[in-house]
């Protein structure tokens, strides 16, 4: 446990990946079976001990110290693992601490009866480092600035494996991932995962920064959908749909996967269909995530579908070495035989020079599109963001001038700073709460609004301070949507603090009307 | 709850003593003010009439030039203000800080802490408890997860780092006033026997605490040695240039030097990524939770008012105690320098 702590303390004190990448491959490298197994499933989150909820975690400090204290500690420190191990009482040498694989088997093993004891037990013999590395393993969220990818390329470059193997391989394994490490150390075969219904890594685009300079005829260039990116997985009938971090989702949409009718790994666009019988907003597909079970009401009033942008697999054959052009052959062949309703092709858009295609990008047809893709039509299938293959070009920010209302203290790297700033607009002489932001600022930015916002708090709620109304912020947002949720009838997509313009005078931010218009503008 | 003593007024711009028009510790320049300590959220420049220590006087005149209106007040003595007696006592906080004891004409004492810690610090007077019917306290680390270790040991965690890696040399962010002179003395108390080599900012003022007669072992300025010298060595700078430009072209054998960073706030781990600090060594020059609790119990104040900082946790634990509190919400107070 004491060698774990220390990497979840070095982690957390670095921002720079190589730093993260040498300490996790040192980790690995010098970490017995089954521990660093069992590190990794932490790390990439295919960690789950259901007994250890946050809920008992707190209940366990609050029986120790006095509850309001430990809320105000929480709320400062911004961590409930942190919290709970900076609290937690010290106590003398007694029992020795668990290593990391006997800790997890006993909270694997633990019914929701037997957790509290047995983790007040385990706490007890671990200094406060050890404390915080128990907590976050049992919550199941270590938070240390770590990818499931990043760990997984520390563990190709710290034995000499192909990332991209290790991606293919990880999926079909679970932890501690013996016939892995055998395989990194040379004692065994490459595990393999063909004929399972496993996540596939996804190819990622870079933002194009020099539209000039792309030579349109070599790529294909189609519609950046407003959705959630999905792997569709079917493999001897089992059917499955992997969002981008490789969970799986499939229970959410039980109206999509009948259609599903092939074997075959296809990469598209979920997303659901608005009344009128086009796409609906983000928010409507954000209703039927995460859910366990799905209304009939929910089914009907927006039903699932994807838009299709690539085939990976064709049956069992794997087709990620083919150039796009062929892929998207067989794409549409495979699409055609599917039904129309639930999965369909996303258009390829003709452009005949740079300035056209900015035209496009800046007023797309509908309201469900971020801007435009643009891929080799060369290009193979790889996994990750592989520079120079397949782009991504965002249509422009939307922006209104609101004012500041409440600050919230934030988590993580901002905790103990007023970093969530939930900001409004003017309707009949009064303000309305249109949105919440919290990031888009710079670190100076972020000290700055602090200050300010503690010089001019007139009421506080918790962790939340009202404050005077006479800060404007230029927010830009990628859209805005009606919304019953808010008071103003809106819900922004994304907003981010643009600017910050002390030099306006708070009465001259925009009305809800002002930015309700642009919803209409953008439908 | 017991109503302000007539002869004192309290408002969120601070403490004034009504009679003789002084204030304690202000945010802006007035024509005359009572200084706890030197640093600059609570002395400024261009006061009227000041009354401070010596040493703080000296601090003053150091960073803001002479001082014409200046009453020095040794600690023990009195000075009647007003019908007020005021006296000054030992804060443990830096080098000549001091609490303000107030006896109004009605015999109500009010005891103003400024800022203060009861650890050890071998470059100032301990704090003196000064019994009292209301103490006003700082909460700048009122929170039981702020919990100060013994900061030899945090030193020599630092040296042990360093030791390990002797191709890089050991930056530590540190206060230009206070707490670059105590980890000086720390550095010395735990053996370390090379010279400490400082970034130009803290030149002046360690200067000032040898001529204020604080023991410091011997320094150098890193501007007056080539930076390969300086592999293996300990670096003070103050925090600003943890991040700047400066730091990166101290040796690092490619990794660039260890950043560290002495400050109470070091004890949570988002306040040391923020600084992108790679050793946090909880050194404060504030009281922790427990010294402050500890502190309140052991004076046993009729009323207490908090400051600055995270009063609610102190009010709250004030309330379980019994002990009548209210927090002043002063503006003007940076508590983020420690």
């Known amino acids: ?44 989150g295919e960690l789950r001990l259901a007994a250890v909820r946050p809920q008992l975690v707190r209940k366990l400090i609050e029986a120790r110290m006095d509850p309001t204290l430990f809320r105000l500690s ?11 191990a900076l ?17 997890v088997a006993r909270l694997q093993s633990l019914s929701r009866a037997e957790a509290p004891a047995v983790l007040a037990g385990m706490l007890g013999t671990l200094d406060v480092s050890g404390r915080f590395a128990l907590v976050k393993l049992a919550t199941g969220a270590l938070r240390v600035g770590v990818s499931a990818r990043l760990a997984r390329v520390a563990l190709a470059e710290a034995f000499g494996l192909d990332v991209g193997e290790v991606e293919e391989v990880w999926h079909g394994l679970s932890p501690p991932y013996l016939p892995l490490f055998r395989w990194a150390e040379g004692r065994g075969p490459r595990p393999d995962a063909a004929g399972q219904p496993v996540f596939r890594p996804f190819m990622l685009a870079h933002p194009l920064e020099d539209p000039g300079r792309i030579a349109l005829a070599d790529h294909l260039v189609e519609w950046k959908w407003d959705g959630i990116r999905v792997m569709a997985v079917v493999s001897g009938g089992e059917r499955r749909l992997y969002s981008r971090d490789g969970n799986d989702i499939s229970e959410a949409f039980p109206d999509l996967l009948p259609a599903l009718a092939q074997d075959m790994v296809l990469d598209g666009e979920l997303l659901v269909r608005a009344p009128g019988g086009g796409v609906g907003s983000f928010h409507q597909l954000q209703q039927r ?72 990008r ?46 919230q203290r934030g988590h993580g790297r901002r905790s103990s700073f007023y970093s969530d700033f939930t900001f409004g607009a003017w309707a009949d002489g009064t303000l309305l709460p249109v949105g919440k932001a919290y990031f888009g600022f710079t670190d100076a930015e972020l000290a700055w609004l602090d200050r300010w916002v503690r010089a001019h708090t007139i009421a506080r709620f918790g962790p939340v301070r009202e404050v005077e109304k006479r800060l404007v912020l230029e927010i830009a947002f990628d859209s805005v949507a009606p919304s019953g949720r808010h008071k103003s009838g809106l819900a922004m997509r994304f907003p981010r603090i643009a600017r910050i313009r002390a030099d306006k005078p708070a009465e001259e931010a925009d009305t809800v009307a002002a930015i309700a218009a642009l919803a209409q503008a953008g439908r | 709850m017991d109503a302000v003593p007539g002869w004192l007024e309290v408002t969120r711009a601070g403490l004034r003593l009504r009679q003789a028009d002084v204030w304690l510790d202000p945010a802006r320049p007035v024509p005359r003010a009572i200084i706890t300590h030197g640093h600059a959220d609570h002395a400024r420049g261009g006061h009227g009439e000041v009354w401070a220590t010596p040493e703080t006087l000296a601090i003053m005149a150091a ?72 103490f006003v306290t700082e909460a700048t680390f009122a929170l039981p997860v702020f919990r100060h270790p013994d900061a030899r040991e945090e030193v020599l965690r630092a040296l042990a780092a360093l030791r390990v890696q002797p191709e890089r040399c050991l930056l530590v962010g540190a206060y230009a006033l206070g707490k670059a002179q105590r980890v000086l003395a720390l550095l010395a108390a735990v053996g370390w026997a090379r010279p400490v080599f400082l970034h130009g900012a803290l030149l002046r003022l360690t200067a000032l605490y040898r001529e ?36 990166r072209r101290l040796p690092g054998g490619g990794q660039g030097p260890i950043l560290a960073m002495a400050s109470g706030w070091m004890r949570v781990r988002a306040r040391a990524r923020q600084r992108g600090v790679e050793l946090p060594l909880v050194i404060s020059d504030h009281a922790d939770w427990d010294e402050l609790t500890a502190t309140i119990r052991e004076l046993g104040p009729r009323e207490v008012w908090v400051t600055h900082g995270r009063e609610d946790a102190l009010l709250h634990w004030c309330a379980l105690e019994r002990v009548p509190a209210r927090a002043l919400h002063l503006v003007g107070r940076d508590d983020e320098d420690d």
């Not at chain 1, 004491?2 to 190589?18: C, I, M, P």
């Not at chain 2, 203000?81 to 800080?97: C, D, I, K, R």
């Not at chain 2, 293996?232 to 240039?241: H, Y």
């Open chain 1, 1 to 44: 446990m004491e060698r774990f702590a220390s990497l979840l303390d070095a982690l957390g004190r670095t921002s720079q990946r190589n730093a993260k990448l040498g300490l996790i491959g040192a980790y690995l490298a010098a970490t017995p079976d089954p521990c660093r197994g069992w590190a990794m499933a932490a790390l990439t």
């Open chain 1, 74 to 84: 929480y709320d400062y420190v911004g961590d409930l693992a942190e919290t709970v």
């Open chain 1, 87 to 103: 609290l937690w009482p010290d106590s003398g040498p007694g029992a020795a601490a668990p290593s990391l694989s006997e800790a």
């Open chain 1, 289 to 360: 995530l995460n859910r366990r079970t799905v209304s009939q009401a929910l089914l009907e009033a927006a039903p699932a579908f994807i838009r299709a942008y690539d085939l990976l697999f064709e049956g069992q054959t794997d087709l990620r070495a083919l150039p796009l052009a062929e892929r998207r052959h067989r794409l549409e062949r495979m699409v055609a035989g599917l039904a129309p309703g639930r999965i369909d092709l996303s258009p390829r858009l003709e452009a005949a020079d740079a300035s056209r295609l900015d035209a496009l």
């Open chain 1, 362 to 407: 800046r007023a797309p047809p509908d309201p469900g599109i971020e801007g435009l893709m643009l891929k080799r039509l060369d290009s193979p299938y790889v996994a990750g963001r592989v520079t120079g293959l397949w782009w991504k070009w965002k249509k422009d920010p939307l922006t209104a001038d609101c004012v500041l209302m409440y600050a």
């Open chain 2, 63 to 134: 960073r803001y030039g002479p001082q014409p209106g200046a009453h020095a007040l040794v600690p023990g003595a009195t000075a009647d203000l007003g019908g007020v007696g005021v006296s000054l006592h030992p804060a443990g906080h830096v080098l000549g800080s001091a609490q303000v004891r107030l006896e109004g004409p009605d015999g109500t004492v009010v005891v103003v802490s400024g800022d203060y810690k009861r650890a050890p610090d071998p470059t100032c007077a301990p704090f003196e408890p000064v019994p009292c019917d209301i």
């Open chain 2, 212 to 247: 204020l007669g604080i023991s410091l072992p011997e320094t150098r300025a890193v501007a007056d040695v080539p930076r390969e010298a300086l592999a293996g060595e300990v670096v003070l700078a103050p925090p600003s240039a943890l991040a700047d430009r400066w730091s």
